[in-house]
């Protein structure tokens, strides 16, 4: 081939490859517009409405009109565009978006983690990554402000709940005021229908919506983005049609003068009216949060290119609308329909909202898991609906609680527009705290001035401020749910983590003596049976008290002692050949080993392979390979104080294993091994401890746990006894237990029960 006609295919390959990744970034936009904007896109049924609930009365001149047109373009131009789209989502952790990966970036980068049993090994994880450039002054300040004022660690952790639990407040509020307002409709056309049928209709739709998550949402998603494509090409109609139709001036509201002029002829009443505003921006979370699922890119594409002038063009419309309707206030947004319109624009407007309420309750699910893997939240049976994405999960305790309240607030207020003023509360407040965090971010990760950060607050945090103190004065007419949903939420996160960090201290102060277990000889002092025995503990270092207590009781073990630790680390997801860390425990006589399972905060605390073959494979790499390369700092680093050895980063790989039994015939049995330089081979010589772990498999494997009580002490005070005997005790015992979640049968469990006193 000539250099000619290569030339020509270089040129030919790079414009096939570019057409495909445009094509990849448009599909990708498409479909963000089913699980991103659903939220975001509803928000015109209620804005107005829950703007002008109050006694804000409308003028000839339409000033109240106009200013509130103004905010509300200011508001997403501001916010949702240049605050979100343009800076927010550049501070994705690994990929991922949303209040705890902003927390992940700052525990890796600040050292602010308050996770238990982190250690050195996990910062060689490969989304572990905190290089860049040299810390500044000030970031130097900052990290070390946190590392001498430990109070304020644990002050982040409740501030970053606190946005959290607005966020599944959200999830209550979201179904409940989009169906409401959707179904709410249909009185203009059907006058005599009463109040309690536009319930009880809602109510019926929501318990549909959330009987049908159990199924997952890839079985209707692909109805997603067509849904909202064909809302948003509507509401553009019949925004562009207001203009025309009724007031084509209205474009003038879009200068900031008009927010002045608003506020000033309006008063107290005006900036109380701001708590309905903020509704417009309702869905610009869950657009940072589903950045994993989605690349930044399409997400800028979907909301700079359809989503933002679409939503503009109906704001000014409604707006142009109500400047000749003053009457129609509150139910502007059907009256702006043309009539011919009206049913298919309704029927829309439903599918929209149940779309909508959708994208919030799986976003729920995934805070949920995502606390429990931080240990913020009881442990709950988490669902995979799909086998091929990754992340679509289900929770049924967690749905049929989002349910039974959803329809509570529904059957309860029967007017969005005091759900409008406890969602505006509850998104605000979730927004002022990802505006905390990214300063924090700025300054710790990005290592920017202190002049960008101070602009970036006062810009954007002054702003999120004045919509909260407009929701705070809305706390008598509705907005104490959220108040209300979020304390209870923040009680329970709190509680659950100080019991559990209180036994973790137990298990630290009573830890068996390494000197006591190897005093007692290779046979540890008991009887040891054959078969491999999985101890399951909290620590990552060390012999736990549960062992010690079991032994005390039944001096008998298996010939193979497995302490098995199942650890939260600071990043989004681990990958499997990095999901295990094995050590050996005591003197190799002892035959103790421990295995460390780590995961990230999105990944899901379940084995979903041969969990057993695997660790058995990991058993033999490291006694195979990985132990003679560590035998010049076994002296060291075996665990006779507090350290192990890191042993290997495991990866997934199948060969057929031969070895010799006792009666020196062949057999052979497949098994899942490392990868490694050496294990490239069909068989190989096995050592006798391989050997007699393969052994001890075809034994059997019991998987010790230990079902472990928190009693407060007798010297504790009334408050801390509440706490630990009763409500994290209802917590422990109505949580799914560790034997579930990895899916233990129940010929193979033993429980060890203990009282731990905190």
Not at 375 to 402: A, D
Not at 593 to 603: A, S
Request: net charge neutral.
């Amino acid at each position: 081939m000539n250099p000619s006609e290569e030339f020509v295919e270089q040129e030919i390959s790079q414009q096939n490859l570019k057409r495909v990744s445009c094509t990849t970034v448009l599909t990708l936009a498409y479909q963000s517009l089913g699980v991103v904007y659903g939220d975001l896109c509803i928000s015109p049924l209620y804005v107005y409405k829950t703007t002008f609930s109050r006694k804000l009365s409308l003028h000839e001149n339409d000033e109240e009109i106009y200013g509130v047109l103004s905010f509300i373009f200011w508001t997403i131009t501001l916010i949702a565009l240049f605050k979100y789209v343009f800076i927010v989502m550049l501070a994705d952790d690994n990929g991922e978006g949303g209040t705890f990966a902003l927390y992940s970036l700052l525990c890796r980068h600040a050292g602010l983690s308050i996770l238990p049993n982190q250690q050195a090994a996990d910062e060689k994880l490969s989304a572990y990554v905190t290089e860049g450039s040299a810390d500044t002054w000030q970031s130097s300040a900052l990290k070390s402000f946190f590392e001498k004022h430990p109070r304020f660690r644990k002050g982040l952790l409740i501030f970053v709940l606190l946005g959290t639990c607005m966020a599944i407040g959200d999830g209550v509020l979201t179904p409940a005021i989009s169906v409401l307002s959707a179904v709410s409709g249909v009185k203009l056309k059907i006058t005599e229908l009463h109040e309690n049928y536009v319930v009880i209709i809602s109510c019926v739709i929501l318990v549909g919506l959330f009987s049908l998550q159990h199924h997952g949402t890839h079985r209707v998603a692909f109805m997603f983005a067509p849904i909202v494509t064909a809302w948003l090409l509507c509401l553009t109609g019949i925004g562009v049609y207001n203009i025309f139709r009724w007031n084509s001036h209205i474009i003038h509201a879009l200068s900031p003068i008009y927010m002045l002029k608003f506020l000033r002829s309006t008063g107290v009443e005006g900036w109380i009216s701001l708590g309905g505003v903020v509704l417009a921006i309702t869905g610009v979370e869950t657009m940072f949060a589903n950045l994993g699922h989605f690349s930044p890119l399409s997400i800028r594409i979907a909301f700079t290119f359809l989503v933002y002038p679409s939503l503009l063009l109906t704001y000014m419309g409604e707006a142009a609308f109500l400047s000749k309707h003053h009457e129609d206030i509150q139910r502007s947004f059907y009256k702006a329909i043309p009539e011919a319109l009206f049913w298919p624009v309704f029927i829309v407007a439903t599918f929209a909202a149940m779309v909508g309420s959708q994208a919030v309750i799986s976003a729920t699910f995934s805070i949920i898991s995502q606390c429990c893997a931080l240990n913020c939240f009881p442990h709950v049976r988490i669902i995979h609906t799909s086998s091929k994405i990754y992340g679509q999960i289900y929770i049924p305790e967690v749905n049929w609680m989002l349910m039974c309240l959803s329809l509570a607030v529904t059957i309860g207020l029967r007017d969005t527009n005091m759900m409008g003023h406890a969602y505006g509360l509850a998104v605000t407040t979730v927004m002022f705290v990802t505006t905390c965090l990214m300063a924090l971010v700025m300054i710790i990760v990005w290592k920017q001035k202190t002049i960008t950060v101070v602009v970036f607050l006062l810009l954007f945090g002054s702003m999120e401020l004045l919509y909260i103190s407009a929701c705070i004065f809305k706390v008598p007419e509705g907005a104490w749910i959220a108040l209300v949903m979020s304390s209870v939420f923040m009680a329970v996160m709190y509680i659950w983590n100080y019991g559990t960090m209180k036994k973790h201290q137990f298990d630290v102060e009573n830890k068996v003596s390494m000197n006591r277990i190897v005093s007692l000889g290779p046979s540890l002092g008991m009887v040891r049976v054959p078969g491999i025995g999985l101890v399951y503990t909290n620590l990552a270092t060390g012999v736990p008290a549960v062992f010690g207590h079991f032994v005390t009781n039944l001096p008998a073990f298996h010939q193979v002692l497995v302490f098995v630790c199942i650890k939260s680390v600071q990043v989004p997801y681990v990958s499997e050949k990095e999901r295990l860390l094995i050590s050996r425990v005591g003197p190799k006589e002892c035959g103790m080993f421990r295995c460390i399972l780590r995961y990230g905060y999105k990944d899901l605390q379940q084995e979903n392979y041969n969990f057993e073959n695997r660790l058995v494979s990991g058993l033999l790499q490291f006694v195979e390979t990985k132990e003679e390369t560590a035998s010049k700092v076994t002296d060291l680093c075996v665990e006779f104080g507090n350290s192990d050895i890191e042993a290997f980063n495991s990866s997934v790989h199948t060969i057929s294993l031969s070895y010799p039994d006792e009666d020196t015939v062949s057999s052979s049995c497949d098994i899942q091994v490392m990868k490694s330089d050496i294990c490239h081979v069909e068989s190989f010589l096995l050592k006798d401890e391989s050997l007699q772990i393969l052994k001890a498999k075809e034994s059997g494997v019991t998987y010790v746990f230990g079902h472990s009580y928190a009693k407060a002490k007798d010297s504790s005070s009334i408050f801390k006894k509440l706490a630990i005997d009763v409500v994290y005790a209802f917590l422990s015992k109505n949580c799914t237990e560790p034997n579930i979640l990895m899916k233990v049968s129940p010929t193979s469990l033993l429980e060890v029960g203990m009282i731990y006193y905190v």
